[in-house]
């Protein structure tokens, strides 16, 4: 209906009971029985505000246009229903930066929360060299692969990273990660497609990955065990038909098995080991 009929107009239809399926109308009606939905919007802009955290639509000048991909992206490899694919409807950001100009030269980095050493050292490595060659380095805010693809970047003078986190910005999760966070903040951008409030529950993280890998010009995943969620966000970017890179690792370590999986699996897939190798595969080479 967005798609069709834009934000402010699907809204009122949806308010007011004009809408076609039954099913989606009796939840509509169920939902706002108990929740006033402007009002509910009212208080999430207060508290926003009080927060430093800004509302970004697709209407804005700084609304990330590779997005709108994920509307006509085929869910091939994702195993997820063509809704749970579609574009978020606005996304909260907190930080300086205009959130388009963040993600225009931008690299997805991510992988394990339970990280190795050997994990931990190339996902600095890579972000350091991707932020000091210019690019920005985005992630998911997690322990592990993607906040050391965080610190990394900020370890370069003037080097930025976007975090796209699975719940409200005002509850930043995981809590340990908190300092990081703000960090991020003053360098980069926290993002997230849930208003302030919001829990990090279990499904906003597969949910979350597709924001990651749209706003990105390739995917780079830096050890993930076998079945990890992390190749729900690989399978988007090819959906997406992005650049899908994968970092090899021990055959004996659990944490590369499913890097190798993912290789075998998806020939679209290339192997990479350094920043010049992420470069090429995204139409980029080092100079």
Same mark, same amino acid.
Request: charged fraction near 20%; hydrophobic fraction near 45%.
């Given at each position: 209906?967005?798609?069709?009929?834009?934000?402010?107009?699907?809204?009122? *239809?949806?308010?007011?009971?004009?809408?076609?399926?039954?099913?989606?109308?009796?939840?509509?009606?169920?939902?706002?029985?108990?929740?006033?939905?402007?009002?509910?919007?009212?208080?999430?802009?207060?508290?926003? =505000?009080? @927060?430093?955290?800004?509302?970004?639509?697709?209407?804005?000048?700084?609304?990330?246009?590779?997005?709108?991909?994920? !509307?006509?992206?085929?869910? !091939?490899?994702?195993?997820? /229903? *063509?809704?749970?694919?579609?574009?978020?409807?606005?996304?909260?950001?907190?930080?300086?930066? /205009?959130?388009?100009?963040?993600?225009?030269?931008?690299?997805?980095?991510?992988?394990?929360?339970?990280?190795?050493?050997?994990?931990?050292?190339? @996902?600095?490595?890579?972000?350091?060299?991707?932020?000091?060659?210019?690019?920005?380095?985005?992630?998911?805010?997690?322990?592990?692969?993607? #906040?050391?693809?965080?610190? +990394?970047?900020?370890?370069?003078?003037?080097?930025?990273?976007?975090?796209?986190?699975?719940?409200?910005?005002?509850?930043?999760?995981?809590?340990?990660? !908190?300092?990081?966070? =703000?960090?991020?903040?003053?360098? +980069?951008?926290?993002?997230?497609?849930?208003?302030?409030?919001?829990?990090?529950?279990?499904?906003?993280?597969?949910?979350?990955?597709?924001?990651?890998?749209?706003?990105?010009?390739?995917?780079?995943?830096?050890?993930? !065990?076998?079945?990890?969620?992390?190749?729900?966000?690989?399978?988007?970017?090819?959906?997406?038909?992005?650049?899908?890179?994968?970092?090899?690792?021990?055959?004996?370590?659990?944490?590369?098995?499913?890097?190798?999986?993912?290789?075998?699996?998806? @020939? #679209?897939?290339?192997?990479?080991? @350094?920043?010049?190798?992420?470069?090429?595969?995204?139409?980029?080479?080092?100079?």
């Amino acid at each position: 209906m967005v798609q069709q009929f834009g934000a402010i107009a699907t809204l009122d *239809r949806l308010l007011a009971g004009d809408v076609a399926d039954p099913v989606l109308r009796a939840a509509v009606a169920a939902r706002t029985r108990t929740v006033d939905a402007r009002r509910a919007a009212e208080i999430a802009m207060r508290r926003a =505000d009080r @927060s430093g955290i800004r509302l970004v639509t697709p209407s804005d000048s700084d609304w990330p246009t590779s997005l709108d991909d994920l !509307a006509t992206t085929d869910v !091939a490899t994702l195993g997820v /229903s *063509r809704r749970d694919v579609m574009p978020p409807l606005c996304l909260w950001v907190r930080g300086a930066w /205009s959130l388009g100009d963040a993600v225009t030269r931008s690299v997805a980095l991510v992988g394990a929360r339970a990280a190795t050493d050997y994990g931990i050292r190339i @996902s600095t490595d890579l972000a350091f060299g991707l932020a000091e060659r210019g690019w920005t380095v985005t992630s998911g805010g997690a322990h592990g692969v993607d #906040a050391a693809a965080h610190r +990394g970047a900020l370890t370069v003078p003037g080097g930025r990273t976007v975090a796209v986190l699975a719940g409200g910005l005002d509850r930043p999760y995981p809590a340990g990660n !908190a300092a990081l966070f =703000d960090l991020i903040a003053d360098r +980069g951008l926290l993002v997230s497609e849930w208003p302030v409030g919001a829990e990090p529950l279990r499904h906003r993280f597969l949910l979350r990955n597709r924001i990651v890998a749209a706003v990105t010009a390739g995917t780079v995943v830096v050890e993930a !065990a076998p079945r990890s969620g992390t190749s729900t966000m690989l399978g988007c970017a090819l959906d997406l038909q992005r650049p899908a890179m994968i970092v090899p690792g021990s055959v004996e370590s659990v944490l590369s098995q499913g890097c190798h999986v993912l290789l075998r699996r998806y @020939s #679209a897939t290339r192997l990479v080991t @350094s920043v010049d190798d992420v470069l090429e595969d995204i139409g980029q080479p080092a100079v």
